[in-house]
Every structure is written in C-alpha cells, then in structure tokens.
C-alpha cells in the first residue's frame, strides 16, 4: 500500500491541468476517507467552475484554497493511524501537546476529528473553538507533521 507526501499545489499550466483524488492527495486507508476525499473535490471543482468560469486560472486558484489544507490534514490523520515505523510516532507526538495521551483523549480526538469531517463543507478549515480540530490546531499539526516528514526523509536517505 502507497501514499504520497501532501502536495503543495494541486494546478500546474496556469490552471490548464489540475489533480483530484488519489492523483492530489493519496493516503493509508487508515481513517478511511479516501473516496470521500474525491468526492468533496469533485464538488468543490463543480463550485468553483460555476463561480469562475470561464476564468482557468481563478477555477483552479479557488478550489486549491478550498481543498488542499484540509486534504492535506487527512492525508497527515491517516498517516499517524497506519503506525508506520518511526514516522507515526513522530507525527502522532504532535497530540501528546493538547492531551495526556490517554485512551480517553485519544477517543475524544477521533469524534472530534469525525465531527470535523462530517461539517463538510460548512467547515473546511477546522471547527472553530474545539480542542482537537479548530483551524489553528489542524494548521499547527500540518506543520509538525511536514517537519516530521522532512527529518524522516533526511534520516532514511542517510541510513
């Protein structure tokens, strides 16, 4: 089983060729949200055909903003969940920050994360004032999770 590191950009030839699915934002099968991934960016491309066309670059512009960061969280979500060797732990220490670790925190940040993506698309970017899923915390854990992703890469290559 593959996944691929979250992409920074989804368009390429000025809006002209632009990835959806697996092809964005494939992951472990951990949370097992993949479909449903393509699903939200099969509507959020419809979306934003209907508001920018016939305008390529602004259709393509307007659905990366709407699609890549919360992919992106997923693809991290799914990752820590598949307990890869070293890199899950890595990533997954980003939560030991917000709650003690616990069984008891680990179940709450799942509904939490479950709730986060049952809001589609009413919340995209996180829910606003909850602990484990506000845009501010799922910004932050993207971030740890592109530097624990680097510092693996680094270790690997030099082993």
Not at 47 to 56: D, G
Not at 77 to 98: I, V
Not at 106 to 127: D, I, Q, V
Not at 128 to 142: D, H, I, W
């Amino acid at each position: 089983m593959l996944d691929s590191l979250p992409l920074p950009k989804w368009t390429g030839a000025g809006g002209r060729v632009v990835l959806l699915g697996d092809a964005a934002h494939a992951m472990y099968t951990g949370p097992g949200q993949g479909a449903r991934m393509a699903f939200e960016d099969a509507h959020q491309m419809m979306l934003a055909l209907e508001q920018q066309w016939p305008n390529v670059a602004a259709v393509a512009q307007q659905y990366e903003e709407a699609r890549i960061h919360r992919a992106t969280t997923v693809q991290n979500c799914a990752a820590c969940m598949c307990h890869l060797k070293g890199l899950a732990q890595q990533m997954d220490g980003f939560w030991s920050t917000l709650d003690d670790g616990s069984n008891d925190g680990k179940m709450a940040r799942l509904r939490e994360f479950g709730n986060w993506l049952n809001s589609y698309p009413s919340s995209m970017h996180g829910l606003p004032g909850s602990r484990y899923t506000s845009p501010e915390v799922l910004k932050a854990f993207n971030k740890h999770c592109a530097a624990a992703t680097a510092k693996h890469m680094k270790a690997s290559k030099a082993a």
